[in-house]
């Protein structure tokens, strides 16, 4: 493992950062204390700053050379709305807000880079650091996007990382193609006529269809798509009925559809659309069907996995880069692959042996009340940091006269 120096002997100081963040999580596009303290840290080290894309997001610009190559590297910085079980003294200080996705870290990681960058300027072109809103829901990546990340800072090709529990430390995995899934959300009422419960016959009652209608998305994906194409349909939440001798009204069905491909998720909206109009029709009730697509499918591309590859490669060696296995999870870092190549892969975050006393009961998983990032990972996710942006920045062999 080739870890730079100058990023091992700060890294008690990006420790204290990243400890400092984890105490004081922030929510989507609420990152304002966050935001500061990134914007701070990155000015004290000279590197000029852009504030206000996605509202919170802060752009740091290292420059060097002449060339107008660049590259973008992202961290995300927005915490969940949960409740942190921990009690070691870096834990939350607010209840209902946790960084349990190691978003703290991930920022931590990038700013240790972006101090050896400032310093050492290896490279020929321009390093842009995005500090990222909103990655739990509220599609910063978009936002940002939106609000003209790459025609203000033009950029080659755009890489981002996340921390993976369960992964030793120490070790990657990258994959080219989909990597994470689309992220969708439905609502579906189905309306009848409530009456006593003694007396169904006197209304129109919606529970049974609900609960045929739970059963048949299931044929949906064992029925209609192809067995080899992943894809998810999760009924999540069911709300009906006030008194257990009462039929209600209606059944409200909400839940979750998951695929790696657009094409595919085309055919799940079809069928579930056509399914719920037709199994109402069937109990004689009306439907209403909401389908709302929230973040498409996570895709790298393949010359650029393969340089991610190669770099993660020489720093910590083959044994230590494994193959990724696609999650249905999603992730917003999919926006910037749909306009600039790039890459999205992990970095081991381990088995949790890294949290000191006063942790919680639960398991050092993602969206854990236990969880936190392990603070090992902050000098090699520093140097992978480095290592990536000097290799993809570096000078061009002068062609022979």
Known sequence: MKLIDTILA??????ALRRDLHRHPELCFQETRTADVIAKALTDWGIPVHRGLGQTGVVGIIKNGTSSRAVGLRADIDALPMTERNQFPHASQYLGRMHACGHDGHTAMLLAAAKHLAR???????????????EEGGGGAREMIKDGLFEKFPMEAMFGAHNWPGLKAGQFAVKTGPVFASSNEFKITLRGKGCHAAMPHLGLD??????????GFQTIISRNKRPLDPGVISVTMIR?????????????????????????????????????????????????FEFHRNYPPTINHPQESAFVQRVLTELVGAENVQEFEPTMGAEDFSYYLLDKPGCYFVIGNGEGEHRSGGHGLGPCTLHN????????????GGSM?????????APRPTAPR
């Open 120 to 134: 050492h300027r290896n490279f020929d072109g321009t390093v842009y650091l995005v500090f990222q809103p909103a």
């Open 369 to 380: 009340p236990s969880y936190d990032f392990n603070d090992d990972l902050i000098p090699l």
């Open 10 to 15: 700060d890294a008690a100081e990006i420790t």
């Open 206 to 215: 919606p529970v049974p269809a609900a609960c045929q209608l739970v059963q």
């Open 385 to 393: 940091w480095v290592r990536l942006a000097e290799a993809w920045l």
């Open 240 to 288: 009906a009925g006030e008194a257990t001798n009462v039929v209600p009204d209606s059944v409200e069905l909400q839940g979750t559809v998951r695929t790696f491909t657009l094409e595919l998720l085309d055919l799940l909206e079809r069928r579930m659309k056509a399914m719920t109009e037709q199994m109402a029709a069937a109990f004689e009730l009306t439907a209403e």
